[in-house]
T-cell receptor, first 114, second 113 residues
Framework: KAGVTQTPRYLIKTRGQQVTLSCSPI?????VSWYQQTPGQGLQFLFE???????NKGNFPGRFSGRQFSNSRSEMNVSTLELGDSALYLC?????????????FGAGTRLSVL | GQQLNQSPQSMFIQEGEDVSMNCTSS?????WLWYKQDPGEGPVLLIA?????ELTSNGRLTAQFGITRKDSFLNISASIPSDVGIYFC?????????????FGKGTSLLVTP
């Protein structure tokens, strides 16, 4: 069974640009969560999608947005990039049911903002 | 979300030694998870704990869900060089972001042969 796939693995952007990251969950998983990982702040929750609806949202500005498609694939978008947005962006998927809190992570997308 | 207090921040040990790390929170969680992250990769789930007092093993790894539901620890016995990495605790519970995973800042483990 394939794991969580994130594309691209690496991105370099400049301030003010926007970026879209993609995540394909494990087959059968319907919940997708996004996290930002930085050396200073660690892993911080961005948002979670389930059945194409945002179910939870972390404390990030509105420049960070996401969506989920009917096949459970998800994208996140960051507009008007800032230097501080440089981070590893991780996607995690989980099964529906009582074990929805068991999340399986992709390898991440490393975003560098210059 | 909430930041969990994970300690120690880093450990430098010799191969064969046992390792212990822990995580505390001011809030109650109904699930505790332990992950390991290698450089350039995403976190990989090691152990999941669902009940207060639960003690679970996965090979040389043992983790416990604290009785108060506000803490958890992870032990690694007889460490080997491939244990090198960053270990994260995560608690699942209600925060100002709704029900979400809250992570510790990680314990960086270095093992010398």
């Amino acid at each position: 069974k394939a794991g969580v796939t994130q594309t691209p693995r690496y991105l370099i952007k400049t301030r003010g640009q926007q970026v879209t990251l993609s995540c394909s969950p494990i087959s059968g998983h319907r919940s997708v969560s996004w996290y930002q990982q930085t050396p200073g702040q660690g892993l911080q929750f961005l948002f979670e999608y389930f059945s194409e609806t945002q179910r939870n949202k972390g404390n990030f500005p509105g420049r960070f947005s996401g969506r989920q498609f009917s096949n459970s694939r998800s994208e996140m978008n960051v507009s008007t990039l800032e230097l501080g947005d440089s981070a590893l962006y991780l996607c995690a998927s989980s099964l529906p049911g009582p074990r929805t809190n068991i999340q399986y992570f992709g390898a991440g997308t490393r975003l560098s903002v210059l | 979300g909430q930041q969990l207090n994970q300690s120690p921040q880093s450990m430098f040990i010799q191969e064969g030694e046992d390792v212990s790390m822990n995580c505390t929170s001011s809030s109650i969680f109904n699930t505790w998870l332990w992950y390991k992250q290698d450089p350039g990769e995403g976190p990989v789930l090691l152990i999941a704990l669902y009940k207060a007092g639960e003690l679970t093993s996965n090979g040389r790894l043992t983790a416990q869900f604290g009785i108060t539901r506000k803490d958890s620890f992870l032990n690694i016995s007889a460490s080997i060089p491939s244990d090198v990495g960053i270990y994260f605790c995560a608690g699942f519970g209600n925060s100002n972001s709704g029900y979400a995973l809250n992570f510790g800042k990680g314990t960086s483990l270095l093992v010398t042969p």
